[in-house]
């Protein structure tokens, strides 16, 4: 019986093995393909399309300088910075106390006010009353229109109150015994206590607001407040418009090449942030995400 224990386990291990290597081919080609397309040579491309692999030789970095030369790329890259240290900041401040509020069980009217956060989850206002309230508010042009509509995520609330609830009361109850008010018991005793969490959910919303691309384009007519991601959009309409001439872009560079390139440079902070807050991402997850 344990025998056959064991075979069923190594052929389910093997299984698993073959499936996430499938899996991991599924995502790295694709990828390789991008970062191929973009350091491609416009020669190379003309005469034989994108190959999967480049000679070591052959790389070029002329789509990146393509873009970098545009006037307004690091002041765009400025504003995308502003706009996610801003974003995550009132996110985060917004949403901990709404979480660790819901997660007091004895908090009077608690399903109440958990059922108006799960109703605002599943039924949207929608684009038309969103706008009118913006700029009822006269908030356009300016980067609250981008972070205040987004500041709460519920699912994201959920998820930071389940955490929440998962700690030990006895931790709580010692620390009001002490005289500790909830402010105390939040910032000196729950927080330090909920790293894991707080970092993926902070993780959750740099990536949102890092690559939040239709609302600064709808409240953003100024193209001085203009994010990364809306820059490299009308750079690469005018590339494909053959409007790109101030560049020269077409004599050094592909517009497939543009478009690879502007994908890598979005993604670039997210791939050197991540590495360092991965360890916590999975706990913070399924500490997050499991209910006792």
Not at 185 to 195: E, N
Not at 226 to 233: D, E, Q, T, Y
Not at 234 to 263: P, Q
């Amino acid at each position: 019986m344990s025998r056959l224990k064991t075979r069923d386990s190594v052929t389910f291990q093997v299984g698993i093995t073959i499936f996430l290597t499938i899996i991991l081919f599924i995502i790295i080609i694709p990828f390789w393909r991008v970062i191929v397309t973009a350091f491609i040579p416009l020669d190379i491309y003309t005469k034989e399309g994108v190959s999967l692999f480049l000679s070591p030789t052959k790389w070029t970095w002329e789509a990146f300088t393509q873009l970098a030369s545009h006037t307004q790329f690091f002041l765009s890259l400025r504003n995308s910075g502003i706009i996610t240290v801003m974003g995550v900041t009132i996110s985060m401040v917004l949403t901990v106390p709404l979480a660790y509020g819901l997660s007091n069980r004895s908090l009077p009217g608690r399903k109440f006010i958990i059922g108006f956060v799960l109703f605002t989850y599943l039924f949207n206002p929608g684009l038309i009353p969103n706008y009118l309230l913006i700029t009822g508010l006269g908030l356009q042009n300016n980067f609250l229109a981008v972070v205040l509509p987004p500041a709460v995520s519920v699912y994201n609330t959920l998820v930071m109150m389940s955490f929440f609830e998962g700690l030990p009361v006895e931790i709580k109850e010692a620390a009001r015994l002490d005289g500790a008010s909830e402010f105390q018991v939040l910032f000196r005793i729950i927080l330090p206590l909920s790293k894991p969490i707080l970092l993926t959910i902070g993780l959750f919303y740099t990536v949102y607001f890092w690559n939040e691309f239709f609302t600064p384009l709808l409240y953003l007519s100024d193209n001085s407040l203009l994010p990364l991601p809306v820059l490299l959009r009308n750079i690469l309409i005018s590339a494909s418009l053959n409007e790109f001439v101030e560049y020269n872009a077409f004599s050094t560079v592909a517009v497939e090449s543009l478009k690879a390139a502007g994908v890598l440079i979005t993604m670039l902070p997210m791939l050197l942030v991540y590495p360092w807050i991965q360890r916590y991402f999975t706990k913070g997850t399924l500490l997050g995400g499991v209910k006792e």
